[in-house]
């Protein structure tokens, strides 16, 4: 299908037309989502921590440590992007699952389209803003943090700014960065193969949506492990 995706392209007067409709509707049009749940999660890590640090001998700057090694290593790239495999993934896959029911990918070819390029490539470049959302994600997973930190009276605003600076690796960033652009890949690709190529009526759009999602999910789990491995061991 990659293959193909990159064959016969598009003029550029229609697919910059494309790419602006599949980045309002990927990456723009998730922004409220990933803003929401990353800071109400942040919050959530931030309280979870000063809970669990019963022991007055333990420092309180300690809080704002794990909620920026959970936000910015696991939780924004890693969690964040589950997420989207259900709205995006989902999305992509019922939007060209529906377009092979109704055989409008069938009049593209018959046009001498290049369907592939034509449905799938603009998505993939369109996602190649995600890491900007997830760059939102971190900020926000960490505000929401200091917020529950500091106003529910778990720490002061200094300690907590002690724990974000103390130890601060700059790769840790890049890794996130790293993640986040093999996701948004996985995001694209998947979830467009098992719409494409699916078969049968709208009952099959709704299954071909689910099984997208569970192996987009799955990938993203895999690749994340085999990244830590490649990235972070010594």
């Known amino acids: 299908m990659l293959k193909e995706v990159f064959n016969k392209p598009t003029k550029w007067s229609m697919m910059k037309q494309l790419i602006m409709k599949e980045t309002d509707d990927l990456v723009i049009g998730s922004l409220g989502i990933v803003a929401f749940i990353s800071f109400f999660v942040g919050g959530v890590v931030a309280i979870q921590t000063a809970l ?7 420092p309180k700057y300690l809080i704002g440590f794990a909620t920026r ?3 910015i290593l696991e939780f924004a790239p890693t969690f964040i992007s589950i997420i989207m495999a259900g709205k995006v993934g989902s999305f992509i ?80 960033i890049t890794y996130a960065f790293i993640k986040t652009v093999c996701f948004a890949f996985l995001l694209a690709t998947i979830p467009s193969f098992h719409g494409y190529y699916m078969k049968g009526g709208a009952l099959e759009v709704g299954k071909a949506s689910t099984t997208s999602f569970v192996w987009t999910s799955v990938a993203i789990i ?13």
């Open 93 to 172: 896959t019922s939007s060209i699952g529906t377009m092979r029911v109704t055989e409008q990918i069938d009049a593209l070819e018959v046009m001498g389209v290049n369907s592939l390029n034509y449905l799938v490539f603009p998505k993939i470049v369109a996602l190649m803003l995600y890491p900007f959302v997830i760059g939102i994600s971190m900020f926000l997973g960490i505000f929401g943090g200091w917020i529950a930190g500091v106003y529910g009276g778990f720490a002061s605003s200094t300690e907590f700014q002690t724990g974000l600076q103390v130890e601060f690796i700059p790769f840790h």
């Open 52 to 58: 669990n640090l019963t022991n007055p001998l333990i």
């Open 222 to 234: 895999l690749v994340n492990y085999i990244l830590t491995q490649l990235l972070l061991s010594k």
């Open 69 to 71: 090694q959970s936000v």
